[in-house]
């Protein structure tokens, strides 16, 4: 084979491993993204409660002694209000404190609307310059994670949680982390 002959069959080789590198990631589910925080501890950090709102903020140290759900969640985001009703119906079922993390919202909207879709959150802070969650990673909202006992993210959920979701997913992991 001659050295032109080898420059032609070079665009093949690059489409080629392009093509199967594609492939694979076809077969991959787009709602799983990947966490570099699983199974370490929950960052560090301090939020206040929303300015005009109930009770106290939420920090780090709230996420010890029990297994815990935080969820991202903002006003502006329509598919938070999507998932609302059963982020409502988790806290109602006491397995796990839920804690809501507001992701750079106005006070008055986020106040607004927790009164209209209700506020079963154990505690909500206030992440209004979005620090808090970039420390947790949040590529968008809503994402919910679980932590464990100990303080450790065990799990990430990325986009609104659904009914298969809450019973198949968060719910076995949660009584298996209660143990």
Known sequence: MTRSQALYLLPLAVFGVMAIYFAIGLTKDPKIIPSALIDKPAP????PPIEGGRG????TADLKGGVSVVNVFASWCVPCRAEHPLINELAAMKVARVYGLNYKDKPADANRW???LGDNY???GADADGRAGFEWGVYGVPETFIVDASGHI???HVGPINRDDLENKLLP???DLAK
Do not use: C, D, P
């Not at 560090?44 to 939020?47: A, I, K, V």
């Not at 106290?56 to 920090?59: D, I, L, R, V």
């Open 154 to 156: 065990r799990m990430k």
């Open 44 to 47: 560090e950090f301090t939020l």
């Open 114 to 116: 927790l009164a209209q």
């Open 173 to 175: 992991l949660i009584k």
């Open 122 to 124: 154990t505690q909500v």
């Open 56 to 59: 106290e903020g939420f920090s």
